[in-house]
């Protein structure tokens, strides 16, 4: 079973690049194009591994990771 990776990239051809790329690997992926969308998308999905822009608009990559860290400790 393949890693589900998520990643949130506003810019489009970044963001089509490195789903390209991953998928080629074998990855599963997932991209959103803000950080309030990929932290939804987090709510209501289980990944592996998060890769994140920083300067996104709605919701930057830190605030995204502070707040996937408050929901899940764990990680």
Do not use: Q, W
Request: zero cysteines; glycine letters at 8%; a negative charge.
């Amino acid at each position: 079973m393949a890693f589900k990776i998520l990643i949130a990239e506003d810019e489009e051809i970044t963001l089509k690049h490195l789903i390209s790329t991953l998928i080629g690997e074998g990855y599963e992926v997932v991209g959103e194009k803000d950080g309030r969308a990929a932290y939804d998308r987090i709510n209501s999905d289980h990944f592996d591994l998060l890769i994140t822009d920083m300067k996104m608009p709605v919701m930057g990559g830190l605030e995204l990771m502070d707040k996937v860290k408050e929901m899940h400790p764990e990680y």
